[in-house]
Structure formats: C-alpha cells, structure tokens
C-alpha cells in the first residue's frame, strides 16, 4: 500500500535536514523505496536555530518537484513547515509567515524537548478557534510526556492531534522510547507515524518498519487507522480520534466470545 509521509526535513539548504541536492535527491530515491508516493516537508521553523518562513518553503518545494521529475524520481513533495511553538506565533501567521501541512487544516507544531511550553494549551485553543487542528510532532521525545504522557489529555481534548515518529516506533531510539510510543498508539494520545527523517542513514524514512511493527503489535485495524490518518491530513479530510479504539475494543469483545464459546 502506498504510504504518505507528513514529516521530514527533505529540503535541502534549509535546516539540518538534507544538505544539497545531491543529499535531497537521494533521499527522495530512499523514501520511493520504503512505499512512499507523497513526503511532506517540514522544514523547521524558529525552533532558536532555523527560520523558515511559508513562502521560501514553497519555492523550494516547487524546485524540488522540478528536479524530482528531471531524475524520473517517482515522488510528490508538498510543502509544510515544523513550527516551534513560540511567542510570536500567532503574529506571524496572520502575517503568512507559517505553513500548514499541504495547505489543510492541519498545523505541524514542535515542543521543546524538555518541556511542554506553558503557553501550548492557549496557542492549540487559538488555532482550533481560526480552524485548523494543531498536530504535536513527535510527542514522545518530550522529557514531561514521558514522564507522564496523560499529560497529552487535557490537549487533546482540545482538538488537537499527535505525530509519532517511526524511528521511536521501529525501536531505533532504544527500547525505552519505543515502549512509550506504542503506549501513545494504544491510549489514542497519537493519531499518525511520519518519518521526521533528516537524512538516509542516521534520520531514515523507515515508515513501512514502523508500520509492521504496528500490525504486529495492535494488528491490521489499528495499522490501517495510522495510514489512513496520513492520507486525511493530504486530502484536508476530518480525522475521528479514537476510530481505531472503538474498532480495537469491538475486536477483543469478538475474541471474548469465540474464547468464550471454545
Ligand atoms: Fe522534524
């Protein structure tokens, strides 16, 4: 099944993802061959070492799609941005200064990774009012929702979502992390796995890793969930939080039964 990736820093020259088009490039070819069709940039943005703002972002998108279809690389990139949440946030995207995800509802926002901002709850409740549905890149590397991820609960009640990313997923970040992030998926406090890749060999792609030990662990139903999830930011289609819950719970009933009968 063809896979859409919301995360990664596939750009070059813009942060410390990709850094020329050579790296670019062979990224793209990797992220073809993991069975993705459509990545997703997310350049970072006022993260304290990056600025990226909304129109750089699309002329660099659109250069790359130039350059994508000059080598036959069989790959759509959109353009987003990873937007560290800051003070003058709301500010600037007023000014146009920020991206959603391919020009939908949804907004990709980065915590810092010691804790959460003490203004998150106010900026998601902000951006929910103006109608988009912020979207927490990688939840599981913040040191506050690892310590307590129902920390995660009162946000998303808010309408906000989670982005798992696959490396956490797959294991590659230890086992510790990987324990976390599967407890993410099953408590519904993350809705969607992007590679949040950087380059091809220490920040991969590893998308499809991450989904079959998502089918192995929660099954088909709960994998599927995750994909579709993908496809629903792309196409600015609503995401029912919880859809894969509601199905998981009807399967362990069903299971109830037959063992019952047996
Ligand atoms: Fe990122």
Known sequence: MHMIDIHSHILPFMDDGAADWEAALAMAKDAHADGITTVIATPHHANGQYMNSGPGIRQAVELMNERLHQNNIPLQVLPGQEIRVYGDLLYDLEQGELLSLAGSRYMLLEMPSSRIPRNMAEVCHELVIQGFVPVIAHPERN???ASDPSRLESLMELGVLGQVTAQSLAGAFGSKLQKLSLELCRRNLVHVIAS??????HRPFGLSEAHAFLDKELGAEA????????QHIVANSAIIPGDYTRVHTKRHKIFGFFSRKG
């Open 143 to 145: 040191a506050e929702v």
């Open 196 to 201: 949040d890749a950087h380059d091809c060999a």
């Open 223 to 230: 994998n599927d969930y995750f994909r579709r999830n993908a």
